[in-house]
C-alpha cells in the first residue's frame, strides 16, 4: 500500500515515525483491556493485531472491520495470525451488530472524527458490546465541531467536552491523554495531544 499521511502502515514507516509511535502505544495501553472476543473497528492494515495478540492469552478471537478494501486484503496478507479474521464494513452500519455479534472488548483508534455521525457510530457500538463490556476509544483535540480541521482527513475534531458528551451512552467512563507514548490521567496545566478513554458499559 502507498503511505498517504492517513493510515500507519508499519512496514514502510520509520520506527522512530511519531505517529507509528502514538499508535502503538494506544494498542499497547489498551492490551491489558483485552479479553474474549475483541473488535478493532477501523482497524486499518492491522498491525494492531500482532501487538494485541503478543503474550496475551485472554483472547479468544479478534475481528478487525475496515472500509478500505485494500487495507483489509493488507492485513489479511501480513497480519493474519489463528485468533484474526478481517471483514470490509462500515462503522455507521446499524447492522453490525446482527453480522457480527457481541464483543467483550472493542477498539476504536482515531476513527470518530473521520466523518459525519458519531452519535450512530457510538450507539453501534455501545449496542456490539456485551453486558459489563470495554471501549477504548482515541480521538485528537480539536476546537470544537463547529471549527474548521487542520487536517484534511478529518471532519471535526472535538473538545474534550465534546467528546464526554457524544460518549453518554456509557455511563462509566475514565478519561485518559496522551501525547507521545505517554498515555495518563492528565495533569493540570500540561499540554496534550489526544484523548483516550475507557468507557465500560454497564
Known amino acids: 500500500m502507498k503511505l498517504t499521511g492517513e493510515r500507519v502502515i508499519p512496514k514502510v514507516m ?42 496475551n492469552p485472554n483472547i479468544d478471537e479478534l475481528v478487525g472491520i475496515d472500509l478500505c478494501a485494500d487495507s483489509i486484503k493488507y492485513a489479511m496478507d501480513h497480519y493474519n495470525f489463528h485468533k484474526t479474521v478481517y471483514y470490509v464494513d462500515n462503522a455507521l452500519n446499524p447492522k453490525l451488530k446482527n453480522k457480527y455479534g457481541t464483543f467483550d472488548t472493542i477498539l476504536s483508534f482515531e476513527t470518530i472524527e ?72 492528565p495533569k493540570k496545566d500540561f499540554k496534550y495531544y489526544l484523548m483516550v478513554v475507557v468507557c465500560k458499559k454497564v
Open 14 to 55: 520509520s520506527p522512530k515515525n511519531g505517529m507509528l509511535l502514538e499508535h502503538i502505544a494506544r494498542y499497547e495501553f489498551s492490551k491489558k483491556y483485552c479479553k474474549g472476543r475483541v473488535l478493532d473497528i477501523a482497524c486499518g492494515v492491522g498491525y494492531g493485531s500482532e501487538i494485541l495478540l503478543k503474550n
Open 114 to 185: 473521520h466523518f459525519e455521525g458519531d452519535k450512530r457510530f457510538i450507539q453501534n457500538l455501545y449496542d456490539l458490546l456485551k453486558p459489563d463490556g470495554t471501549l477504548i476509544i482515541s480521538t485528537p483535540f480539536g476546537r470544537g465541531k463547529g471549527q474548521p480541521c487542520s487536517c484534511p482527513y478529518h471532519v471535526y475534531q472535538y473538545t474534550e467536552e465534546e467528546f464526554l458528551e457524544v460518549l453518554k451512552p456509557f455511563r462509566n467512563v475514565v478519561m485518559y491523554h496522551q501525547i507521545d507514548e505517554i498515555i495518563e490521567i
